[in-house]
């Protein structure tokens, strides 16, 4: 990776531009920059990094009636695209929402893809009034979200963390927490010593084991993942044709295992991507803004320091998000 000059983009129809204040990193920066996405991702190389982005509207598309220049904003690109890493970018106002006006803007930019996707996490599993939920990963971004988001809906929330998450998940609302780090089945022993679970929230990933999730949950339960194994087929809707068949073999060869533990227990197993919406995303702002939605930064970068930035990212203990400061162009301040 390194710095470059582009030339300044045009927002086109129903899209703002934006003048940049901050953008956030997420485990699928880390996936792309390392290669690890090479053989599924329908990107063609270089790209410019980054997922979401907070700053200011300085230009309007044909048809934008939602925005203004001068706005505060925070987005989502879209599913198929990077590059919020920039100083200027055009986003479709599908999927923008006006900022919270409740937090500096630079911590706002953590709030799209990681808010999104825990909300569309809990309702994939129908989480409402009395549920009660495992919540794996509850130090991660999206596990913080996803407490407090199932404790607004009235969930009894158990999430893991290692005894140094542990603080912060209990100041999100957890209401009870499971030391993953404890033992090699301290997940399942908990489940078996307190009772199983018939949703389970997994934001952990290859951190956690994800046998351990299934042997803590209950006969026919409900696992709802953005980082465990990936089943065949999830990428169907992104591939060509031609190169699903390759990537569907690569996938059943490492998900077997998977498969057969769920299977055997009659557990739906389903991974999630996240869709952008600039609606669900003003619903969090609100949230926000209303002091009921806390965003927590691990640690703020400038741009010239993004390696240190994605050095934190890479090594697994950033609590809450990392966030990388873009410097405003002449003129065309982002800050607030």
Request: include cysteine; charge should be neutral.
């Amino acid at each position: 990776m390194a710095l470059a000059d582009l030339p300044r983009p045009t927002p086109g129809a129903d899209e703002i531009l934006v003048a940049v204040h901050a953008g956030a990193l997420n485990p699928i920066d880390e996936y792309l920059r390392s290669g690890l996405m090479a053989p599924i991702t329908p990107l063609a190389f270089p790209q410019v990094a980054g997922n979401e982005l907070s700053g200011r509207v300085v230009a309007l598309g044909a048809g934008v009636r939602s925005f203004a220049v001068g706005d505060a904003v925070v987005a989502r690109v879209g599913k198929l695209r990077t590059g919020t890493l920039a100083q200027l970018v055009a986003v479709p106002v599908a999927y923008a929402a006006h900022a919270p006006t409740t937090v500096p803007l630079s911590d706002a930019a953590g709030l799209p893809l990681c808010g999104l996707t825990a909300v569309q996490m809990l309702d994939r599993l129908k989480v409402g009034r009395g549920d009660r939920l495992l919540i794996a990963g509850g130090a991660t971004a999206v596990g913080l979200f996803g407490i407090q988001l199932a404790k607004l809906r009235g969930a009894h929330v158990v999430a893991t963390a290692s005894p140094a998450g542990a603080p912060l998940v209990r100041a999100m609302g957890a209401d009870e927490v499971i030391d993953y780090k404890a033992s090699a089945t301290a997940v399942a022993d908990w489940a078996a010593a307190h009772g199983a679970f018939g949703k389970v929230f997994d934001a952990a990933g290859p951190r956690e084991d994800v046998s351990q999730l299934v042997a803590a949950a209950t006969d026919a339960a409900h696992i709802v993942t953005v980082a465990g194994p990936l089943p065949p087929g999830c990428f169907d809707a992104v591939l060509p044709m031609w190169r699903r068949w390759y990537v569907n073999t690569v996938l059943w060869t490492r998900f077997r295992g998977t498969r057969a533990l769920v299977a055997a227990r009659g557990i739906s197993y389903e991974y999630v991507f996240m869709e952008p919406d600039g609606a669900q995303l003003a619903q969090l702002v609100k949230l926000v803004d209303d002091g009921q939605l806390k965003l927590t930064t691990d640690g703020e970068y400038p741009l010239e320091r993004w390696a240190e930035a994605f050095a934190r990212l890479e090594s697994g203990r950033a609590k809450g998000k990392i966030v990388i400061t873009l410097p405003p162009l002449a003129g065309e301040g982002a800050g607030r």
